[in-house]
């Protein structure tokens, strides 16, 4: 097929409540979607850059520049054999990027597969049905009010509960939610935020019975995760630090961690993250999709991968009304009492948008061809 128009649509949409981790805020998202017209076939992409850079150095504002001058030139016009042609040409035109990147492979993957006839859990080959999904909580001023929406999280279902932490913001926080609710599945999720200063800090974390503790140490520090994983019990499992299928090796054979979560915003889309996937399972080391407060579209994707078989634990793959007031997607997305959600079966990654809310939300379109 070939790509005769790309389309970035810049929507605003308003968090539900902000969202607080060790390393900045978000109120509202201003999300870029990238929608991708092959004659007449569309293939949807979100791209999962924040308004600021301090999950990674990407931005939405840089998003849009690096497709609009770099990578969708590379794409525009050309004949795809198939989307796995997409990754090589898109790291010709561009170093680093990967939230960029990955909006317009992912996009192209949905289309092939819509004109396929498939759906994205079975282009990827996964197992489909639905997939578990755990909740993270934002870092709260007030441990009360954190344990309630605890609660009220695990009343819905939730499998998993994942607690953002910073230095001084963790152990009293920690401890008191596993004194309130000791046999649940439980972790938590540093962003950085710590270093070798804290070494004590963090062992002190091996008393609560956390699933694993998310990327202490700044996304570089590969040999220093790994060292604290040697003193650790419990797992470690690294986020921000995987941004290649590379780097991921590394990891695995310097013993840095024991999960990975897996976003394919920060690999570059979905033939990175699937080699990501198959390499941790070659060496057991289970796997999860993380979340970066997707729209439906970004979080239809993530499901479709969350359907992997190496995919074995709870992702950050939340219902819609745990973000949004209204989502982008009709229907949106829900929580079964089960704790998991469904994987959507139609072609591609299977939703509809809500294109008259889409509409009233939008704040800035452009036309590439
Ligand atoms: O570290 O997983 C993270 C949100 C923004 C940036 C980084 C992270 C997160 C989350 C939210 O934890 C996960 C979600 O989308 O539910
Ligand atoms: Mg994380």
């Known amino acids: 097929m070939r790509l005769e128009r ?16 060790a390393s900045g805020v978000t109120h509202e998202r201003r999300i870029l979607l990238t929608r991708l017209d092959f004659g007449g076939v569309e293939g949807i992409g979100e791209c999962v850059a ?10 939405v504002d840089t998003a849009r520049l690096v497709i609009e001058r770099h990578v969708g030139p590379a794409l525009l016009g050309r004949e795809l054999a198939g989307p796995e042609d997409v990754a090589p040409l898109l790291d010709s035109a561009a170093r680093g990027h990967a939230m960029a990147k990955a909006a317009l492979e992912m996009a192209t993957w949905d289309a ?13 080959g996964g197992r489909g049905g639905s997939v578990l999904a755990g909740v993270s909580l934002g870092i709260q001023d007030d441990t009360a009010a954190l344990l309630d929406r605890v609660a009220d999280y695990l009343d819905q279902g939730y499998a998993r509960i994942k607690l953002k932490i910073a230095p001084g ?3 009293d926080v920690v401890a008191a939610v596993r004194v309130q609710f000791p046999g649940i599945s439980l972790t938590v999720d540093a962003n950085a935020a710590y270093s070798v200063r804290d070494l004590n800090r963090l062992r002190a974390l091996d008393d609560f019975g956390l699933d694993y503790i998310e990327q202490p140490f700044p996304p570089d520090a590969l040999l220093l995760h790994a060292e604290l994983q040697a ?5 470690l499992c690294l986020d921000e630090t995987i941004t290649s299928p590379e780097r991921c090796r590394d990891a695995l054979k310097l013993g840095a961690c024991r ?9 570059g889309g979905y033939v990175r993250s699937v080699e990501v996937h198959d390499a941790c399972a070659e060496v057991d080391v289970p796997v999860w999709c993380g979340g970066m407060l997707e ?43 089960d704790g998991s959600v469904d994987v959507p079966t139609g072609p591609g990654i299977g939703v509809t948008l809500d294109e008259d809310f889409l509409h009233s939300i939008e704040e800035d379109r452009l036309d590439l061809r």
Request: proline share 8%; net charge neutral; aromatic share 8%.
């Open 6 to 21: 790309i389309r970035l649509q810049l929507i605003r949409l308003p968090l539900r409540e902000p969202f607080r981790i």
């Open 50 to 59: 924040g308004e600021a850079p301090f999950y990674s150095a990407e931005t």
């Open 112 to 124: 092939f597969a819509r004109a396929a006839g498939v759906s994205m859990t079975d282009a990827l």
């Open 169 to 171: 913001r963790d152990l």
């Open 231 to 235: 003193h650790l019990d419990t797992a």
């Open 259 to 267: 999960v990975v979560n897996i976003k394919p915003g920060r690999l």
């Open 295 to 337: 729209s439906g579209i970004g979080r239809a994707h993530n499901l479709a991968l969350a359907t992997l078989p190496n995919m074995t634990l709870p992702g950050d793959t939340s219902a819609s009304d745990r973000y949004w007031v209204r989502d982008v997607v009709d229907p949106p997305f829900t929580l079964n009492e």
